[in-house]
């Protein structure tokens, strides 16, 4: 604040927050574990941490009462899928460190729901509990239930008709509208998004509602902005950019300007659904997930997309970019469900030059697709991996 030369007085209405400096995840790196906790270790309750893959996670403390307001940002979402105490609710997020399962049990938990605490992995005692004690609502990462849906539909003992499940709650990582109908058709439910982060609380930090046209962000917990990542200037109404979020009730943690890397757009416009939540779009992704390849900037969400859109595989995807002689690479394995696998060789042809021309003409840039067998790519029980860049690894 010094360094941006800003004083209390100058923060008179909301408006005044464009005057403060941003917060980015190198400043909560820097300041590992808890220097930049507002509360003394003596009031938090609870600590979570980010997955930091290279170098120091991020580590986020709680408070009583963070941890009351994060449960009601859950149960809000929760009661805008229809979910209310008379529901079974199996939470399939990994419980631990990550927010997603602890997140996600409190807030069923507060709506007075049974909640079943899986936890991700063991998938067939899963289906099991899922079958025997009637699971109505379950909660995991969209790649986990690909990947349930997928291990259902093998299992003869189990048909998604003997289920009872009719609500799942999906977020974690960015997923398309090809996935959700997917997911819907497989595993007979309506599917919902929810979102949030470990810096600014954990799951639900907003969720879809019945109309399942963008997520109601939960203002009075979250202010957000859209800034461009590059001018870092707020971006008009409607436009897309980066999302940033100040916390406005957490005492733990409390973050101001804090920069997500998620890209997406706020809706304004009234949702038919009565809430009055201002409204975000799906995400694109992180700006770190980018990638760019021969100049193009390439999202996985946008392969996704364009793979789901076709009957014949089974929606595992994964991408492998490289540089070989100075020229980047972009593959692209996809599976074929077993039964066109089988097929004859040209059915295999005709799906690979569908994907192909349609992937050139989302994505501007054609890929070298190869069909692979199904089950090979490798199934997440959490955030999926979809992208190996090589390209990192060398200089
Ligand atoms: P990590 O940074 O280690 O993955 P988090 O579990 O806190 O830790 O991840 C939060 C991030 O996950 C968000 O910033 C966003 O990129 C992604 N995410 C969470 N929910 C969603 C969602 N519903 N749609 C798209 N991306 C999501
Ligand atoms: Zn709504």
């Not at 923060?11 to 820097?30: A, G, H, N, V």
């Not at 995991?140 to 299992?155: H, V």
């Not at 059915?347 to 569908?354: L, V």
Request: aromatic letters at 8%; hydrophobic letters at 35%.
């Amino acid at each position: 604040m010094d360094e941006a030369g800003v004083t209390p007085d100058d923060i008179q209405s909301i408006d005044d927050i464009r005057k403060l400096p941003f917060m980015q995840k190198k400043d909560l790196r820097e300041y590992y574990p808890t220097d930049t906790f507002a509360a003394p270790i003596k009031d938090i309750a609870r600590f979570h941490a980010s997955s930091g893959t290279t170098g120091k996670p991020i580590v986020a403390g709680y408070t009583v009462h963070d941890l009351e307001c994060w449960a009601e940002g859950v149960a809000r979402c929760l009661t805008a899928y229809g979910v209310t105490r008379e529901d079974i609710v199996q939470v399939s997020y990994g419980y631990g460190l990550f927010t997603g399962g602890l997140g996600a049990h409190d807030g069923a938990g507060k709506i007075g729901c049974a909640v079943l605490p899986t936890s991700s992995g063991n998938t067939a005692k899963q289906i099991m509990l899922m079958k025997d004690l009637g699971t109505t609502c379950l909660c995991c990462t969209p790649s986990y239930a690909l990947f349930l849906a997928e291990t259902i539909e093998n299992e003869p003992d189990v048909r998604p008709e003997d289920l009872k499940l009719r609500v799942g709650v999906f977020g974690a990582e960015p997923w398309t509208e090809g996935m959700r109908h997917a997911l819907e058709q497989k595993l007979h439910i309506r599917a919902y998004d929810i979102y949030g982060l470990t810096e600014v609380s954990g799951p639900g930090v907003g969720g879809e509602c019945e109309f399942q046209n963008g997520t109601h962000l939960w203002e009075d917990m979250f202010y957000p902005e859209i800034i461009d990542p590059v001018t870092l200037q707020p971006v008009e109404d409607g436009k897309e950019g980066e999302l940033v979020f100040t916390t406005l009730t957490k005492e733990g943690m409390p973050v101001i300007r804090y920069r997500t890397r998620d890209l997406t757009r706020l809706i304004r416009e009234r949702c038919e659904c009565g809430r009055t939540a201002v409204r975000m779009d799906k995400i694109l992704g992180r700006s770190d997930d980018m990638l760019i390849i021969r100049g193009v900037n390439v999202f996985p969400s946008q392969v996704e997309a364009v793979i789901m859109e076709m009957p014949e595989v089974t929606g595992q995807y994964f991408i492998t970019v490289d540089r070989v002689n100075n020229i980047d690479t972009f593959d692209i394995d996809i599976e074929l469900k077993p039964d066109y696998y089988g097929d004859n060789l040209s059915t295999i042809e005709r799906t690979k030059q569908q994907l192909s021309e349609r992937l050139v003409s989302v994505l501007g840039i054609k890929p070298t697709l190869h069909i692979v067998e199904p089950g090979s790519i490798e199934r997440s029980m959490g955030k999926a991996k979809h992208v190996n860049d090589k390209r990192k690894f060398k200089n």
